[in-house]
């Protein structure tokens, strides 16, 4: 900030452009940037998309925590197991971290 309480831009304040690395625009950063959802699904490996459906189960199970929850938990994980490309075969890992399991002690 300057010494008038505004932004200062060379600061990167509102009125700058910098990218997570402080180049400028994100493009220039090398953020990624005017991919569709279905492109940015598929930079994960098979792998990466597990354990990304995996965390995101977790996360749904710590903050959508009971049963009045379940079904949106349930539908939520499988929309995200069917729009990463992964089997069906992962539903029930994914389901069980959703309500809970595997966080024991975290």
Same mark, same amino acid.
């Given at each position: 900030m300057d010494r008038a309480g505004e932004p200062d831009e060379q600061a990167g304040g509102a009125g700058a452009a910098v990218g997570v690395t @402080?180049?400028? $625009?994100?493009?220039?950063? @090398?953020?990624? $940037?005017?991919l569709s959802e279905a492109v940015i699904g598929r930079l994960l490996s098979e792998p990466g998309r597990f354990a990304y459906a995996a965390l995101c189960g977790g996360a749904l199970g710590q903050l959508f925590p009971g049963d009045e929850h379940r079904q949106f938990r349930s539908h939520t994980v499988c929309s995200l197991v069917s729009w990463l490309g992964l089997s069906?075969?992962?539903?029930?890992?994914?389901?069980?971290?959703?309500?809970?399991?595997g966080w024991e002690g975290a």
């Open positions: @402080g180049e400028g $625009t994100p493009a220039e950063s @090398g953020c990624v $940037t005017g069906d075969s992962v539903l029930p890992v994914m389901e069980a971290f959703a309500v809970g399991l």
